[in-house]
């Protein structure tokens, strides 16, 4: 299994920015769906965004959509979550999770999880 490491959480103003990455161990990087989900305090962790093994396909939950931007670079076996209008809302613990899925949304489908990295937004 591969081990994922987030970083690149923190506080930001309501309309601010932040881009998270996740560290992937391991040679096989490539082989692996990336994506983030998130899970706020009192609630249920869920799905914000997938990419594909090539990075050709992305996923993105109704709520984040036009603001997220998720992408991978494999030759660093990284992915990145770039989030842009950030509201009140989007705060919560952000984890980054690896599947041999093609088309993983569902939590079920990854098999490996970050630690995760808090996002918070004041208004």
């Known amino acids: 299994q591969v081990q994922l490491a987030e970083s690149g959480g923190g506080l930001v103003q309501a309309g601010g920015s932040l881009r998270l990455s996740c560290a992937a161990s391991?040679?096989?990087?490539?082989?692996?769906?990336m994506g983030w989900f998130r899970q706020a305090p009192g609630k249920e962790r869920e799905f914000v965004a997938a990419?594909?093994?090539?990075?050709?396909?992305?996923y993105y939950a109704d709520s984040v959509k036009g603001r997220f931007t998720i992408s991978r670079d494999n030759a660093k076996n990284t992915v990145y979550l770039q989030m842009n209008s950030l509201k009140p809302e989007d705060t919560a613990v952000y984890y980054c999770?690896?599947?041999?899925?093609?088309?993983?949304?569902?939590?079920?489908?990854?098999?490996?999880w970050g630690q995760g990295t808090q996002v918070t937004v004041s208004s």
């Open positions: 999770a690896a599947s041999y899925g093609l088309d993983p949304t569902e939590e079920v489908d990854f098999a490996s």
């Open positions: 391991g040679r096989t990087f490539r082989n692996y769906a």
């Open positions: 990419i594909s093994w090539s990075g050709g396909r992305t």
